[in-house]
């Protein structure tokens, strides 16, 4: 007993607030990191981040604990250096995390995403916080230096030097997708829980569920997956916004029909109305029921008239759902008034009887 007070008294006031408070952000790191994280935070990323969380306290724990239970006579200056070090790095990325978080709260915008209410970035959010974290990032670094025992001037900027060039060298890769991220949100075109619609080699509709300061992550509606696209690549992309109306009708979407010369406009005007007045009595429908459809006739081929079906939806989000929604009651409304969607043929190749 008297070995373990005379070991308990080898600590200073000032480490043993350090341990106790270190064992509390152990104790509360979950709802701790849950609180600064965003609502859509995934249960991966944020067992990721707690994980991080609890290793650098235990470390600054063991890290005093060894000073004083393994050192206790021997000089120990690098251990100190060590400790201290340790205990800057995880400062500057905890201050880090709740200047981020107050930035959020401050400046940021309230939006759904992906059905939950969360804070969204800003262009607002993105500079304040670029300048936060490069603030604590030097003076991080500079005390770094100065617990490392780099105390000359060209010590010092030796090692700051170094850091400038590997990210001078290396600013090509980050750079671009940085100030592509900050054009996006000062543009306000493509915001967090927007449905927009890019052609990088094919049609993606997509979700906006993440811009991130290096990437934008993508819900894929068609097949429930996300995409990961660069700020920059993203950038240079044409980018349709579905959620941005033009008019306070919504937006408006167009189904083409192909129907025979021998089927006049008053019958192809009668399905289209049908099929709406159909889908109106259905509540699960997007269509906006108080907007009729209005219907062009806007090519005439060869072989069929083409008509073109304008309606007007704004549930985006279901936006799929409400196009294959549409077009399957109107096959299914025509087959019952007996109108061929298929193309019709102007004439009949019979092939020759092999008995005659």
Known sequence: MNALSGWLEAFSPAEG????????LIAFSRPLVRALSRATTSEESLSGKLHFFRAANVLVVGLVVFSNAVLPVVS???????????????????????ANYLIKRRFGRMREVNGVQTWTDTYNVRILSL????????????????????????????????????????QGAWAPDIIGGLVIL????????????IHPGETILGIVYKTKIFHTELLNLANNHRIMVGNAALRGMIIHNLS?????????????????????????RGLVDATFEQ???????????????????????????EWTVDYHTKDIRHLLTTRQTVLGTLIAEAGRRGIALATPRLHVVQAPDPDS
């Open 17 to 24: 607030v350090l341990i106790v408070a270190n064992l509390l």
């Open 76 to 98: 120990h200056s690098w251990m100190t250096r060590l400790l201290g070090a340790v205990l800057v790095a995880f400062l500057g990325y905890l201050s880090a995390h709740v």
């Open 131 to 170: 300048l936060s974290s490069v603030f604590l990032f030097v003076m991080v670094l500079i005390a770094e230096v100065r617990i490392l025992g780099f105390d000359s001037l060209l010590e010092a900027g030796g090692v700051i030097g170094f850091i400038g060039v590997m990210l001078a060298l290396t």
């Open 186 to 197: 000062n543009s306000r075109l493509v915001e967090e829980g927007d449905v927009i619609e």
């Open 244 to 268: 941005k109306f033009a008019s306070a009708r919504g937006l408006r979407e167009a189904i083409v029909l192909k129907v025979g010369y021998d089927t006049d406009e008053a019958a192809v």
């Open 279 to 305: 889908l109106c009595r259905a509540t699960d429908c997007g269509v906006e029921g108080k907007y009729p459809p209005e219907l062009r006739a806007t090519e005439a081929g060869d072989f069929a008239v």
